[in-house]
């Protein structure tokens, strides 16, 4: 037996907690959903009551093939659009209460009028009634890379998962290829119809995007092995705490928030996101648009696992400096300036003080571009 699969049925036998266990990778067509199936072969043969709850094969025959002789729980069938289109049914998955259920594509997005909008969210009610859950995702699905692999695969990612279900996981298994492995897999006709090879090879399927998603997938799975050395293993070190500072400035705020998510995972440490209501921010001198993406905001910090805090202050500098004291905060992460001559002089005495005031807490500050 696979050492990966008898560490999961080791947990499964300690506690009858739901477990739960992804299976992460760089593209589509690494073979997650492949070692998925096999994995429930093993703990099928060794007694354990495991379904498949939701499976999606591609029409790849190696991965329909492993389908056969695992039991399968009935899918929702829904019209949506004048379309029947098939769900996992949550209802059934918690009505049957198998032992372990595979459900695919966690960052799935549910048809309209679903119970959850999202299928990690069925994931989490699954796991909460005390069954296990075995799963797979892409590395581009992650909340906090979303910008990253945007700016790597040249193609927005509207289908994502926060970082904390990630974080929730057992176990978290890298299914990794080489670049040359995987495009041979893709000319060979393992991933798509061969009508559709020459036109992933000249958009996603490029050794160079391969590469780069490669690094981002090893280098998560490589957090969650530390995170889990540090919770298992604690030591002495006083924890990082880290505090994100925005403005009103949308697309600058989102990166901000989503690198500073990534330092506290990488840390396995809390953080918080502070925005302070100047009276040249209030909610009467910012439009309607930019509003609405605070609030966005806050709500991504949420989903990324952040506290928000609000302050309505004249002096921006002393706000963050009493907040990080009062938070116990050794992080403070802001966005890089980007000053026009005009502003130079005000908003440098700001930046001084803060840096003045932070050393003098002995706070690191960090600059995000």
Known sequence: MENSTRHFLELLQQSRRGK???YIGMSAGVGKTYRMLQ???TLHRNGVDIQIAFVETHGRAETEALVTGLPMLARRKVFYKGKELEEMDLAT???IHPEVVLVDELAHTNIPGSKNEKRWQDVLEILDQGISVISAVNIQHLESLNEDVERISGVPITERIPDHVLRLADEVVNIDLTADELIARLQE???YHRDKVQQAL???FQSEKILQLRELALREVATQVERKIQKELPGTA?????MACISSSADTARRIIRKTARLASYYNAQWVLLYVHTPKENQNNISLALQRHLINNFKLATELGAE???LHEDDIAQAITTTAEKHQITTVCIGKPHL???QVIWRTNIFSRLLKQLSESDIDLILLS
């Open 202 to 204: 000249r958009n996603f």
């Open 39 to 41: 994995e429930a072969h």
């Open 308 to 310: 928000v805090i609000q």
């Open 93 to 95: 998955v918690l009505a």
């Open 340 to 342: 026009s001559l005009l």
């Open 20 to 22: 739960f266990k992804v």
């Open 238 to 242: 006083e924890p990082e705490r880290f």
């Open 189 to 191: 006709g393992k991933i």
